[in-house]
């Protein structure tokens, strides 16, 4: 499980929330969509303070992580948000890492 997170992203986070930092971001499987990764999930986000993280990870006062029972979405993939200046919004680019 790797997730990267650009700064113009974590920028897009602060800004969409309107909330002040420090906050939590929770990354999560979503049943909806079509998703990329897992038919039918999509990535979903909400602010919310963990319960149960599994993963974490901080930048710049913004505390991104995946609560315990939701790393199976995440599990033998990259996840790279980025954030798209054209659309205007967060870009998610999953690759499936290679099992030997």
Known sequence: MFISIDEKAAL???????????IS????PQ???????NKGYSL??????????????EMNGI???VEGNDIWFFEDTETYLSFDEVLE?????YKEKAIH
């Open 12 to 22: 897009w986070f602060t800004e969409e929330f309107e909330i002040n930092k420090p």
């Open 25 to 28: 971001i929770r990354l999560f």
């Open 31 to 37: 049943y909806a969509g079509f998703g990329e990764k």
């Open 44 to 57: 979903a986000f909400s602010v919310e303070q963990p319960e149960d993280a599994g993963y974490a990870q």
């Open 63 to 65: 505390t991104f992580y």
């Open 89 to 93: 919004e967060i870009q998610i680019i």
